[in-house]
């Protein structure tokens, strides 16, 4: 099984100089605005977003590289790019968190669950808004023009997961549509900012947000499957898209192999989980007999598989084994 620590080692080096220049650059006036940062930047995830824009920088960059990542090639333009990015990601997981009234968060509580919503609210925002401040005071207008766009993009992922929520009638193009603006357009914008932030060409930024967007596909199909499963270790509470209302590939996959009599039996089930627990395990023995993880698993492979095609255009190098292996970790990842 791959690890995250063998993707992350041909870029160690510009990964700790990462986490200094965001410690550097990420403070905040009053004592509880700056408790709230600290504990929402210490909780960060895997750092797949950084993570994905060093490994575009440096294989665009055509730098030799070496396995044990001793060595920066990157520089500070690459780490803005990534901090731009990893920022408007944290923040919209703490918002996230308010609107699907989540009280945990990888394992840790959650910034509303220790703070109240109104100022987990107001932190995301802060982060925001420091973010874009930090982007126009280093007058890198590339740069945050993309994420601008980026931002809009996810806020209309969100809305469109709501109305869908609300009508428990999405369909698989529905679902891809709105994990394609709430996650992958932004695993898009990591890659083509690490590919713009060391000059490579259009044709090789658009190679970069491509490869981006397909393993952001498959990234939001597997933590759809990791909902179902219960023995995963992501931190999260387990069913949680069920008792939201979300209807995502496993029940899909699903819903798609029944009658339309069965298909309305089972979205009865669903407007139940919310408030009634044993609707929640029915929902599973559902999902389970109808083999949605194996069949959404299927998806999320052919939307990897594409992602490595693209790779094929570059010499091997370290950094193309590590981009190769973040597509393994992908897939197999059970947190
Ligand atoms: C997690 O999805 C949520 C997102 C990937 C996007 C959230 C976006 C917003 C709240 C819009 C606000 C945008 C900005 C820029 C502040 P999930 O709920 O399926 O995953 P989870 O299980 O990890 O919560
Ligand atoms: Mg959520």
Same mark, same amino acid.
């Given at each position: 099984m791959i690890s995250i620590d063998v993707i992350r080692k041909p870029i160690l080096a510009d990964l700790e100089a990462f986490d200094a220049f965001v410690g550097e650059n990420f403070s905040a006036e009053g004592e509880l605005l700056q408790d709230m940062l600290t504990y929402a930047l210490s909780s960060r995830g895997k750092g797949v977003r950084p993570i994905l824009t060093m490994l575009a920088a440096s294989i665009c960059s055509g730098h030799a590289g070496a $396995?044990?990542?001793? $060595?920066r090639v990157c520089s500070k333009r690459t780490y803005l790019a990534a901090m731009l990015v990893e920022m408007i990601h944290t923040a919209s997981l703490i918002h996230d968190d308010v609107l699907d009234g989540a009280d945990e968060r990888r394992g840790k509580p959650s910034v509303n669950a220790k703070w109240q919503s109104d100022r987990a609210i107001i932190l995301g925002d802060y982060i925001l808004a420091r973010t874009m401040a930090l982007g126009m005071a280093s007058a890198q207008y590339d740069l945050v023009s993309y994420v601008g766009s980026a931002m809009a993009t996810l806020c209309e992922g969100e809305v469109l997961q709501s109305q869908h929520a609300n009508s428990f009638d999405t369909t698989r193009n529905d679902y891809f549509d709105i994990i394609y603006r709430k996650t992958a357009s932004l695993l898009g914008v990591a890659a083509a900012l690490g590919a713009l932030s060391v000059g490579a060409t259009k044709e090789e930024v658009d190679r970069m947000r491509k490869f981006g967007e397909a393993i952001g596909m498959a990234f939001q199909i597997q933590d759809d499957i990791l909902d179902y499963n219960?023995? &995963? &270790?992501?931190g999260k509470p387990v069913n949680n898209d069920l008792r939201e209302h979300k209807i995502t590939l496993p029940l899909i996959e699903v819903l798609e192999r029944v009658t339309p009599e069965r298909r309305t039996e089972i979205v009865d089930v669903l407007r139940r989980c919310d408030t009634d627990e044993s609707a929640v395990d029915e929902l599973q023995r559902i999902v389970d007999e109808g083999g949605g993880a194996a069949l959404a698993s299927e998806t999320m492979h052919a939307y990897l598989s594409r992602a490595m095609h693209l790779l094929a255009k570059y010499p091997a190098s370290p950094y193309r084994e590590a981009m190769m292996n973040l597509c393994t970790f992908i897939a197999e990842r059970d947190k």
């Open positions: $396995e044990c990542g001793a $060595e219960r023995q &995963n &270790n992501t």
